[in-house]
Nanobody, 127 residues
Framework: QVQLVESGGGLVQAGGSLRLSCTASGLTFSTYAMGWFRQAPGKERAFVAA????????YYADSVKGRFTISRDNAENTVYLQMNSLKPEDTAVYYC????????????????????WGQGTQVTVSS
């Protein structure tokens, strides 16, 4: 079956960095667009970043633009989220998601578009 497994979360001070990884199995990774979402306590799950199946196009939420970078390694079936200049408001559980696509140029920002989800990894940023 399809599995998405996130890792790399943890506790970091404001201004610090973390790199999240999400490794997929049970699917042909290169045919899936990928996304990162996050959910803070008491809030809905929100879009963070997305990447096309080829990795050629990316898109970011305004709140993380310039600080976070999404990338992927199709040979390793892994998508990454490099998070720099972290702020306390970045504290959340971070989830990766996968959507099968035919096009190599499409990314998706709506959580309802995605077929598969990981279990999440906690990121806590202290002030």
């Amino acid at each position: 079956q399809v599995q998405l497994v996130e890792s790399g979360g943890g506790l970091v001070q404001a201004g610090g960095s973390l790199r999240l990884s999400c490794t997929a199995s049970g699917l042909t990774f290169s045919t899936y667009a990928m996304g990162w979402f996050r959910q803070a306590p008491g809030k809905e799950r929100a879009f963070v970043a997305a990447i096309t199946r080829s990795g050629g196009r990316t898109y970011y939420a305004d709140s993380v633009k310039g600080r976070f970078t999404i990338s992927r390694d199709n040979a390793e079936n892994t998508v990454y989220l490099q998070m720099n200049s972290l702020k306390p408001e970045d504290t959340a559980v971070y989830y990766c998601a996968a959507k099968w696509v035919y096009s190599t140029s499409d990314y998706y920002i709506d959580r309802s578009d995605y077929n598969y989800w990981g279990q999440g990894t906690q990121v806590t940023v202290s002030s």
